[in-house]
């Protein structure tokens, strides 16, 4: 496999960089937004608060009141 070892990576004009493929790393830091075009997955969740629908691995209790 080929390799590019760099400490920035700038496009010609200044226009967003555009990587068509799979993109693997171990850390990313964002400055600006940030938009997912289809699925987000986060396998390390261990609390969430929210309104909606659940998905859950473990069984969930419903207590009427409560």
Avoid at 7 to 18: D, E, F, H, S, V
Avoid at 25 to 50: P, R
């Amino acid at each position: 496999m080929s390799k590019i070892v760099t400490n920035q990576i700038i496009t010609r004009g200044g226009k967003n960089l555009t990587i068509d493929g799979s993109v693997t790393a171990s850390s990313g830091n964002f400055t600006g937004n940030v938009s997912v075009g289809k699925t987000l997955t986060y396998d390390d969740i261990t609390s969430i608060d929210s309104v909606g629908i659940v998905t859950a691995r473990e069984g969930i209790n419903v207590n009427a009141g409560g």
